[in-house]
């Protein structure tokens, strides 16, 4: 069993008390909720006559609905209005602070809570969305829940849970040029696959991910989950403070001294004991892509597609499925591969240091968007869209003959009206390539950092972005 | 009352395929709605439009396994989004129970939550409980939490479940939000001693 890690002393730290099953009651010290995942949370708790005794604890926002382009109200989808009317009903009636659009802190729950401060190091994060993970990359437990836990979490600021194990995911080595945060998550869960983290907590360790800045790190600890693993970490240090510091909802004055001390004390011992260790060395990372319909289908933009022989016997017919569905062959090179839409975005990738980057990719490049391509880029919160535009970035990406967006998780899970159609291609910089999970039943993903989906677009395929970038 | 769930037995369906994730089981668009009513005749809704295209027929679609009680999966089912629309489907159609080699977390914690046991048996057995499934549909399969066996008519298969999700099925205690609140007072206390929640004070 692990020891003297921060999941260790987080976990017990806000360990209530065990419960009669064995399992232990832990409280949430932040709790983010959104549209869809709440509004039965809330009609059980009414069902049931209870009450929200911490309101200050929770924070809402409105992202996987919204539409990015018409964002007036109200929204042509009634489905869509009516779970926009739910929460803010529900909010009201409870007392929870809810971020709606035009309020300039609306945008996707994971890219808002660290932007104004609310996410801090050493504390429990819980949200009805499996991305919740992406706080850890401040050194919170963070993670993903169901409505139901919902419920609980607003009725009791708790849950019920069971002590995760701790795997530490450990890198070393500098990222070669156009080697982003996003190849190194989608290169460790192609080596680990995407169940082999079931049951852990990853820590994220090494040279490489302290060289990261904290957008960085939120890339990486996002999709933990991708790798079965419910949160992600990676220790808090200089970097995570700076980025901190006067942040709305950070700690100041004379608070800042004591939070710091508090954070710093939360960290892995540097005798910590892990149940599990892997290492991997940055320099074997190379711009990665996936080619088929789990996030664990990833390959250098070098390689061709695997054979089903390089995967274990087990699972063989999903990588037939997958063949089958992407329609694509093994040894086939990836590089090349026609695309039809270009993404932008998401929780994973839609902060502004992905926006600046694929910026840079896109003049360095000097062409235009592919005519058979449609591309566009949403920011991931109110609060990057004025900041890129401040920077002319809009400006780019329109030149280029990409479209600028409002906030929102648009076609990341297409509950809103950014879909594929039929069988079309995407370049996505999102974090699932499930089957459907564009918006069209049979619509093809291709996950990749933000810099290769800008050179896809320009190319109108898979291309290598370290050809621009020499 | 707590309701206790010891034992299950009904009829068996077998969903083939490793990492079936949460937007296979229940696609996003259905997600836009404000409570779960009629998410069951949606669960699978693509795989089984699909297979039905390619003239196949999705278990769920299956004459002979409408009515089963209990789902039989592979490796990591439910992976993916934390969607309990996902669980909440899958129930609505009429599943009671799950087996299979592995679950995500988030889903198997939905299912507890919603006092849907998970068991889990090895990469073989879920696939021989599938096969004794597919070869006679009405064979009575039974999940039992107290041996921790799947049984399927006269074969007996040993199964897996976490001591603490066990526990709290056995003992009524799966629906854990009665006794969170009970803990009122304790969770109180802990708020306090959390460095954060006192504002550094």
């Not at chain 1, 017990?12 to 709790?31: A, E």
């Not at chain 1, 050493?122 to 829940?145: E, K, L, P, W």
Request: hydrophobic share 40%.
């Amino acid at each position: 069993m692990s020891k003297g890690t921060l999941f260790d002393k987080v976990w017990d730290l806000h360990t209530v008390r065990p419960l009669s099953s064995g399992q232990t009651q832990l409280f949430i010290g932040l709790h983010l909720i959104h549209e869809v995942t709440s509004p039965q949370a809330f009609a059980m708790l009414r069902e049931r006559g209870l009450k929200v005794p911490y309101p200050e604890r929770t924070v809402a926002t409105v992202d996987h609905i919204v539409p990015t382009e018409d964002q007036a109200r109200p929204y042509a989808d009634t489905q869509a209005e009516e779970m926009m009317v739910h929460i803010a009903r529900n909010c009201k009636e409870f007392g929870i602070r809810l971020y709606e659009p035009g309020s300039g802190k609306q945008g996707v729950v994971h890219i808002i809570a660290p932007e104004q401060g609310l996410t801090q190091p050493g504390m429990t994060v819980a949200c009805g969305d499996s991305h919740t993970a992406t706080h850890g990359a401040f050194g919170a437990i963070a993670f993903g829940i169901g409505t139901s836990q919902v419920r609980d979490v607003l009725a009791t600021q708790t849950l019920s849970l069971g002590r995760m194990k701790v795997r530490k995911v450990q890198v070393d080595g500098k990222l070669n040029p156009g080697v982003y945060a996003k190849d190194v998550i989608l290169h460790i869960l192609r080596k680990l696959s995407a169940k082999g983290g079931t049951g852990f907590a990853y820590e994220f360790a090494g040279s490489t991910f302290a060289a990261m800045t904290m957008e960085e790190r939120m890339t990486i600890c996002n999709m933990a989950i991708e790798g079965g693993a419910r949160c992600g970490y990676i220790n808090p240090d200089e970097t995570t403070f700076a980025y901190l510091k006067g942040r709305e909802h950070a700690p100041s004055g004379a608070n800042w001294d004591k939070a710091v001390a508090y954070w710093k004390s939360i960290a892995s011992d540097t005798d910590a004991v892990y149940d599990d260790v892997k290492a991997f060395r940055a320099e074997d990372i190379a711009p990665t892509v996936t080619w088929g319909i789990s996030p664990d289908h990833g390959v250098g933009v070098g390689e061709s597609i695997p054979a089903k022989e390089s995967f274990t016997q087990d699972d063989w017919a999903t990588v037939e499925e997958a063949y089958q569905y992407m329609d694509v062959k093994a040894g086939q090179p990836i590089a090349g591969m026609k695309i039809d839409v270009a993404f932008i975005g998401s929780c994973t990738n839609g902060r502004i240091s992905d926006l600046r980057e694929a910026a840079k990719v896109i003049t360095a490049h000097g062409g235009q968007v592919a005519s058979h391509v449609k591309a566009f880029i949403v920011p991931g919160s109110e609060a990057v869209k004025k900041v890129a535009e401040a920077e002319g970035l809009d400006k780019v990406f329109l030149k280029h003959g990409f479209e600028w967006r409002e906030a929102g998780c648009s076609m990341c899970l297409a509950m809103n009206p950014d879909k594929l159609q039929g069988r079309q291609v995407s370049a996505s910089s999102s974090n699932r390539n499930f089957k459907g999970r564009q918006g069209s039943p049979s619509g093809r993903t291709l996950l990749m950092s933000p810099a290769m989906v800008a050179i896809a677009a320009l190319e109108g395929k898979v291309a290598d972005v370290r050809t621009v970038l020499k | 009352m707590p309701i206790i769930i010891k034992t299950i037995t009904g009829r068996g369906v077998p969903v083939r395929g490793n990492d079936i994730d949460t937007d296979r089981i229940i696609p996003a668009r259905f997600l836009r709605c404000v409570t779960f009513d009629g998410l069951g005749a949606h669960a699978f809704e693509d795989d089984r439009k699909q297979l039905t295209a390619q003239g196949k027929t999705h278990p769920f679609d299956e004459a002979r396994f409408q009515g089963a009680k209990v789902l039989v999966a592979n490796s990591n089912f439910g992976c993916g989004s934390s969607r309990e629309h996902a669980p909440q489907a899958i129930a609505k159609w009429g599943i009671t129970a799950i087996v299979a080699v592995s679950y995500s977390e988030i889903f198997y914690g939905n299912c507890i939550a919603m006092g849907v046991p998970c068991l889990k048996v090895s990469v073989a057995d879920s696939d021989a409980i599938q096969s004794l499934i597919e070869a006679d549909p009405k064979v009575e399969v039974t999940i039992d939490l107290e041996a921790l066996q799947v049984r399927v008519g006269a074969k007996t298969f040993v199964a897996q479940m976490a001591d603490g999700p066990r526990k709290q099925f056995v003992t009524g205690a799966w629906d854990a939000t009665g006794e969170l609140i009970e803990g009122a007072a304790a969770v109180k206390a802990a708020a306090g001693r959390l460095p954060y929640v006192t504002n550094f004070a």
